[in-house]
């Protein structure tokens, strides 16, 4: 085996040029694996953050016609001890209204345990000016809304509910989620006061919460509504909610995975073509080894070994390529703050396996040349030279 290894790296030093060529094909398909890769992925996570980032995840709400959740207390116990998955759990008590200003305009009244919410929805971090509502009568709007209601910090904005009560929220802090259907429409307060506003007495409307792993919310809603014993309420995951997000995520993985099947057949076949041609170009050197005494099985090895090193080296050098191409991306494709349009996304794990990959089809690209090789009648090639 030891002397395979040292034939073999001497075959592909004494063929400089068919050594660098081939080298430069692994690290070419490498690259382009690793960068297309890693750029759908960053497109997703990017995707994926910009959607539900920073919103529920999994939502308990009322269900068989109640209309609030009384027993939510016990729900939320329930629900952070069902499943290790299910993090930054919040009940929410929500309602329509009006705000009344000059003008009239409708808007979402949200009531929460504000620290269990800014977890979710990171209120503190879009808070622009002022400060969270702490005390009853108090609240947050949005830019859009304090806009277009020329509301200020300290002023009193005064909303009008559906069943005609009247109630004015002192307004302690402006937001940008920059979400402008947040931001024109959220009155945010503490859930005391959404609770009294919307005359729900102790209930509450709906349990928030977000998973470490969001794809798969959706079995963790299933084990979560099978645990949970509080009656009328149905589990609800962003999965179920948003269809048309995830056969597009599906469809970028699948596009990405067959551009990166293509890269890796193109270079395995080159890999072959050219190791073939070196066992054509070497026979009569493979030959006089067979003549020698050297046995079958170690002169199709000579050619397993040029693979896998060629695939150690051409692996190497595409992710250092690779790495490039994704620093040049960053650099060249940006918004007009400098910041990268795609989010490059760095897995560890795809670079070692692309890297793995390289190798294996480095390997596997070699075994027709072995064989080739091991084919070789000594006393047929020394003859006919």
């Known amino acids: ?65 109640k209309t609030s959740i009384k027993d939510w207390e016990r729900a939320m116990y329930e629900a952070g001890i069902s499943d290790s998955n299910i993090i930054n759990i919040s009940a929410a008590a929500e309602g329509s209204a009006t705000i009344d200003y000059d003008d009239t305009a409708p808007v979402l009244v949200r009531g929460f345990v504000v620290d269990d919410a800014d977890k979710i929805y990171k209120f503190s971090e879009g808070l622009y000016e002022g400060r969270l509502p702490v005390k009853k009568d108090e609240a947050i709007i949005g830019k859009d809304l304090a806009l277009k209601s020329n509301t200020k910090i300290n002023d009193e ?42 005359s729900l007495d102790s209930s509450i409307t709906k349990i928030e919460m977000q998973v470490k792993k969001v794809f798969t919310a959706d079995e963790t809603a299933k084990d979560l509504a099978y645990n949970l014993s509080v009656n009328d309420v149905e589990v609800e995951n962003w999965k179920d909610q948003n269809q048309s997000l995830l056969s597009g995520l599906n469809g970028q993985s699948v596009s990405s995975y067959m ?58 050098f595409g992710i250092i390529l690779g790495f490039v191409l994704l620093w040049f991306f960053t650099k060249f494709a940006v ?51």
């Open 1 to 65: 085996m030891r002397l395979s290894f040292t034939i073999a790296l001497r075959f592909l030093k004494s063929g400089k040029g068919q050594t660098l060529l081939i080298i430069l094909g692994i690290s070419v398909g490498v690259a382009v694996q690793l960068f297309i890769g890693s750029l759908i992925q960053g497109l997703q996570a990017s995707l994926i953050d910009t959607t539900i980032g920073s919103s529920s995840h999994i939502t308990i709400v009322p269900a068989n016609g």
């Open 157 to 198: 904005i005064t909303l009008i509910l559906p069943s005609g009560n009247v109630t004015r929220l002192e307004v302690t802090g402006l937001f940008d989620l920059e979400v402008s259907s947040l931001n024109e429409s959220w009155v945010v307060t503490t859930i005391e006061t959404a609770q009294d506003m919307l």
């Open 259 to 316: 551009i990166q099947v293509f890269v890796l057949v193109a270079v395995l076949l080159g890999i072959s073509s050219v190791l073939a041609i070196s066992v054509v170009q070497r026979s009569k050197q493979i030959g006089i080894l067979k003549a020698m005494g050297i046995k079958d099985r170690d002169s199709s090895l000579i050619f397993v070994f040029q693979g896998f090193m060629l695939g150690i080296v051409g692996a190497v």
């Open 335 to 385: 918004n007009p703050d400098g910041s990268p349009i795609v989010p490059i996304y760095i897995n560890i794990g795809f670079i070692t396996l692309s890297g793995m990959f390289a190798v294996c089809s480095a390997v596997a690209a070699s075994l027709i040349p072995a064989r080739l090789s091991s084919r070789l009648n000594p006393i047929e090639v020394i003859k006919n030279g």
